[in-house]
């Protein structure tokens, strides 16, 4: 299974930004989704998950409101689209995907088996 992100880029204060990640190797249908995040000098944390349904998720409370995840089975990718941006949303960006079965959502990193390289969102103030 290889995920790759991309997406990132530098987006001022308040912008917006979607990110991808695409699944190949696996059916991404099956199995629960996930976005994290790491920061310069800061632990890796969670973002966002989405169930396998596609129909629960969960979110940070620091961007909930701000951030919606969603998958495309057809497209086998996982988005994360972030709007209102802050320059604490500055972070390396991964997704992540469950190795288990119609797995739920999990805001636990130990729960993802396969990660993507990682794509740079920088935002300015």
């Known amino acids: 299974v290889q995920l790759q992100a991309s997406g990132g880029g530098l987006v001022q204060a308040g912008g917006s930004l979607r990110l991808s990640c695409a699944s190949s190797g696996r059916a991404i249908k099956w199995y629960a989704m996930g976005w994290f995040r790491q920061a310069p000098g800061k632990e890796r944390e969670f973002v966002a998950s989405?169930?396998?349904?596609?129909?629960?998720?969960i979110y940070a409370d620091s961007v909930k409101g701000r951030f919606t995840i969603s998958k495309d089975n057809a497209e086998n990718t996982v988005y994360l689209q972030m709007n209102s941006l802050k320059p604490d949303d500055t972070a390396v960006y991964y997704c992540a995907q469950r190795s288990t079965r119609w797995s739920t959502t999990s805001h636990r990193e130990v729960e993802y088996d396969y990660w993507g390289q990682g794509t740079q969102v920088t935002v300015s103030s």
């Open positions: 989405i169930s396998w349904t596609g129909g629960p998720t």
